[in-house]
């Protein structure tokens, strides 16, 4: 018997006991498959056979052993053709895409090639010639899109994770709808080589999973540096508190297209999290829903095109006319049109952040309602829009979301809110996505039951380190922290009985030295942070005299940070006065 939702670690650990084989578990999820109603949630299928054979050979001790996965049909899998929900636009690929490689290494098995609306060009999962896969609640309404397939994989059961992409919404809105976590990671933390764009600046690679344990498993395993992907980034994680201050709509800002139903959950969802302890604060949204029509009524369309011009030039009149029509707007924009708007983009973006002075993260509705398909076919411009309200700002603006299912309308369609926090801070909107989820009690999929509590992957791993002098941000040494991978976590004082003073070295170097009972004003630091082995590097090439010691801060946290030898501060000047090495430097340099 194969637990229900499928979730890594309790399948990890029923692997590891004996009690299940991958092959066993590869098998249920195919007769599962054989016999689901829906057609159209896969575009190809790798043979059962295969798939039995390369699941009899697994190591069972590998992380993924056994996990089957779906993949949406814009990235390449080796021995199956990558069509974006296009047939003649279809071709072979001779290798996996970068995160379906890192992903079999760890064990996991390629399912198939899961629909999606046609080049991911729609948030609602209609766009396909390969049919509309269905919400897995009622088959008469929309799946969400455009990682439909995806979606609905994970949701009926089929697989125990899906990868799809999101450039505007399309991991969020069928998670919403299909009773799901999806993580749309930080811009390029997941490298996109091997995907087919769809707004390349923008697209990620995004995890449909039962639970925010699972997603984040699945993201260590996928992220990662990757030249070939000219906009990877290192992966590095910025925490926020276990009780954040959260952004929500203002009461004007409640848009939910006339859907009562959806806006009583959006209401008892701020309830659970008000009781978790979390601090919540209604924000200006004019400039995220003003950023959120850029990316479909502005010259970002062009982007569209650019992805696909060739083909688009040569075979557009075999394209879905939607997706054509959209695209085909790219037209009525120049190059000096796309400056305009990257200009547009920017000033709304520096409003936006604005709230960010007050809250750490924002907690949005995922979608504002859910459409049949029937009405969706009937407008499937103008209820797109609707369907993106809350979505389509966030990569434009290189913030990390994660959808999470908050409960059901009467009729059993599933609603979902969304975490929205800075870049990197991925793996904490997850841990607190994951206290959200279990409170509201809505469950995971079709079967609506409850993941278990398994314990979240920790935050980050890496060290902080308080910084006092010469490697503060912009000055002489700061490049010694930043080639090492080093982020600036914050910007802060000491405790006020610190004195600092200035070493006789070259380059200059201060000294940070704690006196207890000093009535000191706090020195001015920095706190950055690094990974164990990044660290340990730094810390062999530390010169003499300065050490490492331990640091206390205004908030009475104490970290590591920089201190020097006892005889080497006896002969230093004393500059405690000034407040910081920053404030020291400019006056004795101006």
């Known amino acids: 018997m194969i637990p229900t939702p499928l979730e890594i670690p309790t399948l990890r650990r029923l692997i590891t006991e004996g009690t299940l084989t991958p092959h066993d578990l590869a098998a249920a999820l195919l007769d599962r498959l054989e016999t689901y109603p829906d057609p159209a949630v896969f575009i190809s299928r790798r043979p059962r056979a295969d798939i039995l054979a390369e699941a009899a050979t697994i190591d069972p001790a590998l992380p993924l052993a056994g996990m089957l996965f779906a993949v949406k049909d814009n990235i390449d899998v080796a021995g199956l053709p990558t069509t974006a929900a296009c047939p003649d636009y279809a071709y072979h690929p001779a290798q996996d895409a970068t995160v379906v490689a890192r992903l079999r290494a760890a064990g996991a098995i390629v399912l198939g090639k899961a629909n999606l609306d046609q080049f991911a060009t729609g948030l609602n999962g209609t766009r396909s010639p390969y049919g509309a896969p269905r919400c897995v609640f009622d088959a008469d309404y929309i799946s969400g899109g455009s990682s439909s397939g995806s979606a609905v994989a994970v949701a009926a059961g089929l697989s125990v994770f899906a990868l799809g992409t999101d450039t505007a919404g399309s991991g969020r809105i069928p998670a919403a ?31 449909m999973a039962n639970s925010a344990c699972d997603a984040a498993i699945i993201l260590a395993i996928a992220q990662g540096h990757d030249p070939a992907d000219p906009y990877s980034r290192a992966p590095r994680d910025i925490t926020l508190p276990s009780h954040p201050r959260l952004g929500i709509l203002a009461d004007p800002a409640r848009y939910f297209a006339d859907d009562a139903a959806y806006q009583s959950l959006h209401e008892a969802a701020l309830r659970a999290a008000a009781a978790l302890g979390w601090t919540l604060t209604e924000i200006d949204y004019a400039p995220f829903r003003a950023a959120a029509a850029l990316l479909y009524e502005d010259a970002f369309v062009a982007e569209r095109l650019s992805a696909i011009r060739p083909f688009f030039r040569a075979h557009d009149q075999h394209m879905d006319p939607t997706v054509r029509a959209i695209i085909a707007g790219a037209d009525r924009f120049d190059a000096a049109d796309a400056f305009a708007a ?141 080639a090492l991978g080093a982020t600036l976590e914050e910007t802060t004082t000491t405790a006020p009985d610190y004195r600092l003073v200035a070493l006789a070295t070259s380059p200059p170097k201060p000294g940070l030295l704690r006196e207890p009972g000093f009535p000191g004003p706090g020195i001015a630091v920095e706190r950055w942070s690094l990974t164990p082995t990044a660290f340990a590097t730094f810390i062999a090439n530390l010169p003499p005299p300065m050490t490492i010691g331990k640091v206390t801060l205004a908030d009475g946290s104490s970290h590591p940070g920089f201190s020097c030898e006892t005889h080497a501060a006896a002969t230093a000047t004393d500059i405690t006065a000034h407040g910081g090495w920053r404030a020291y430097r400019n006056t004795i340099e101006n």
């Open 177 to 207: 709808f299909n009773n799901l976590i999806g993580l749309k990671p930080t811009r390029g933390r997941i490298p996109a080589t091997g995907a087919v764009p769809a707004c390349q600046s923008l697209d990620c690679i995004s995890i």
């Open 342 to 482: 990257q200009t547009r983009l920017q000033t709304l973006r520096a409003r936006a952040m604005q709230a960010f002075e007050h809250i750490d993260a924002l907690l949005l509705p995922t979608a504002p309602t859910c459409f049949t398909v029937a009405a969706m076919q009937a407008q499937p411009v103008v209820h797109n829009a609707t369907l993106g309200r809350y979505t389509n700002f966030v990569n434009l603006f290189d913030l990390a979301a994660v959808a999470l299912p908050a409960g059901f309308r009467p009729d059993g369609i599933g609603f979902g809110m969304t975490l929205i926090g800075p870049a990197f801070t991925d793996h904490a909107l997850l841990h607190l996505a994951d206290q959200l989820h279990h409170s509201i009690g809505a469950g995971s999929g079709k079967s609506r039951a409850t993941p278990q509590h398994h314990t979240m992957p920790p935050t980050t791993n890496r060290i902080s380190l308080i910084i006092a002098g010469a490697h503060l941000s912009g000055m002489a040494l700061n490049h010694e922290l930043t």
